[in-house]
T-cell receptor, first 114, second 115 residues
Framework: DVKVTQSSRYLVKRTGEKVFLECVQD?????MFWYRQDPGLGLRLIYFSYDVKMKEKGDIPEGYSVSREKKERFSLILESASTNQTSMYLC?????????????FGPGTRLTVT | DQQVKQNSPSLSVQEGRISILNCDYT??????FLWYKKYPAEGPTFLISISSIKDKNEDGRFTVFLNKSAKHLSLHIVPSQPGDSAVYFC??????????????FGKGTRLSVIA
């Protein structure tokens, strides 16, 4: 069974703080993704990575950066958190082999920036 | 510009009846379509998918229909149960898919099944 874990379920940070969200998958998947989910806006792609040290911008990369130093780990970084980054953050992974299209999601991190 | 549209933000259905969730897409290159289900405070989970070479795929109470000419797909849940209450996301994948291309998601439809 594929497992995607995220470091925190709930996080409260102050405006201006640097925030790290960690995601780990145990299925040796090449591709990993970071989304945020907001009411009425659905799932919006922030960044994705198809290999170690590789990254691609998604639809809303502003205010975020990512790091992929190891295949199983994909980190999302908020350099200076702002209140409009209060959201549910979801990590996902998928094999790059093309044998399946289903992304597997982690449980999510509910981030509140005050 | 939204490539995958779920025009109904919410839907209420009586327990035991059929739930029909709709999804439209604009990109004719999409080759594979998926439905995900999401409960509050949890990540989305894969529900059912369909390839563009088919027009129907069934899995228990869940059936997805694809109308390529209309660029429309729908998810039918029969019979609906209170545990089906969740947000449902439609997603699409372009052809050819190498796994490196992110899924394109709709905004979701919140289904409420009333006992």
């Amino acid at each position: 069974d594929v497992k995607v874990t995220q470091s925190s379920r709930y996080l409260v940070k102050r405006t201006g703080e640097k925030v790290f969200l960690e995601c780990v998958q145990d299925m040796d998947h090449e591709n990993m993704f970071w989304y945020r989910q907001d009411p009425g806006l659905g799932l919006r792609l922030i960044y994705f990575s198809y290999d170690v040290k590789m990254k691609e911008k998604g639809d809303i990369p502003e205010g975020y950066s990512v790091s992929r130093e190891k295949k199983e780990r994909f980190s999302l970084i908020l350099e200076s958190a702002s209140t409009n980054q209060t959201s549910m953050y979801l990590c996902a992974s998928i094999t790059g082999a093309g044998t399946g299209y289903e992304q597997y999601f982690g449980p999510g991190t509910r981030l509140t920036v005050t | 510009d939204q490539q995958v549209k779920q025009n109904s933000p919410s839907l209420s259905v009586q327990e035991g009846r059929i739930s029909i969730l709709n999804c439209d897409y604009t990109n004719s290159m999409f080759d594979y379509f998926l439905w995900y289900k999401k409960y509050p405070a949890e990540g989305p989970t894969f529900l059912i998918s369909i390839s563009s070479i088919k027009d129907k795929n069934e899995d228990g109470r869940f059936t997805v229909f694809l109308n390529k000419s209309a660029k429309h797909l729908s998810l039918h849940i029969v019979p609906s149960q209170p545990g089906d209450s969740a947000v449902y996301f439609c997603a699409a994948s372009p052809f050819p898919n190498s796994g490196n291309t992110p899924l394109v998601f709709g905004k979701g439809t919140r289904l409420s099944v009333i006992a």
